[in-house]
T-cell receptor, first 112, second 111 residues
Framework: NAGVTQTPKFQVLKTGQSMTLQCAQD?????MSWYRQDPGMGLRLIHY???????DQGEVPNGYNVSRSTTEDFPLRLLSAAPSQTSVYFC???????????FGPGTRLTVT | GENVEQHPSTLSVQEGDSAVIKCTYS??????FPWYKQELGKRPQLIID?????GEKKDQRIAVTLNKTAKHFSLHITETQPEDSAVYFC??????????FGTGTSLTVIP
């Protein structure tokens, strides 16, 4: 099992550009989540999904969109990147309600 | 985030000593409290968790205690080793399916 995978590992965007961060898991987990990690602030929940077709907002959802068309994939879209979105983004999955989450390796995003 | 407070932000201990990290939460209905370890440049990894129906859980050198009345929980690492050096995060699952992390504790174990 590959676990939770994320692509790309690194990305540099210019302000106003859009992009999609990819996340996939092969553990048949229903719950998937996106977090951003900033220095001194821990990890903050952006969006999460409790199953295919169902998504909801976390603590910091503004500027991000998600969709969940399959159990395996949970992409995160930045519609118009801003320097404030410079961060490390982690995807995670679990079999139920944030219990025993497995994290992906992360994507380091820089917006200039 | 502010919904989970974590202290201290940095902690240095001598090898073999114990380390204790404390977290407080605000939602009295919270029912799940995990601890994650994150090494530099790596992903967070779950090391131990506790649910609200128990007061203590232990796994070898690591233990977590929960005080629901005071709304705080703690990570205890005994007989620390250099490989325990990392950043440790507490977290809590709040009602409404929200999940909050503390701001992290950077633990250094001095050989």
């Amino acid at each position: 099992n590959a676990g939770v995978t994320q692509t790309p590992k690194f990305q540099v965007l210019k302000t106003g550009q859009s992009m999609t961060l990819q996340c996939a898991q092969d553990m048949n987990h229903e719950y998937m989540s996106w977090y951003r990690q900033d220095p001194g602030m821990g990890l903050r929940l952006i969006h999460y999904s409790v199953g295919a077709g169902i998504t909801d907002q976390g603590e910091v959802p503004n500027g991000y969109n998600v969709s969940r068309s399959t159990t395996e994939d949970f992409p995160l879209r930045l519609l118009s990147a801003a320097p404030s979105q410079t961060s490390v983004y982690f995807c995670a999955s679990s079999s139920e309600g944030f219990l025993e989450q497995y994290f992906g390796p992360g994507t380091r995003l820089t917006v200039t | 985030g502010e919904n989970v407070e974590q202290h201290p932000s940095t902690l240095s201990v001598q090898e073999g000593d114990s380390a204790v990290i404390k977290c407080t939460y605000s939602d009295s209905a919270s029912n799940y409290f995990p601890w994650y370890k994150q090494e530099l440049g790596k992903r967070p990894q779950l090391i131990i968790d506790i649910r609200s129906n128990v007061g203590e859980k232990k796994d070898q050198r690591i233990a977590v205690t929960l005080n629901k009345t005071a709304k705080h929980f703690s990570l205890h690492i005994t007989e620390t080793q250099p490989e325990d050096s990392a950043v440790y995060f507490c977290a809590a699952r709040y009602t409404g399916n929200q999940f909050y992390f503390g701001t992290g504790t950077s633990l250094t174990v001095i050989p």
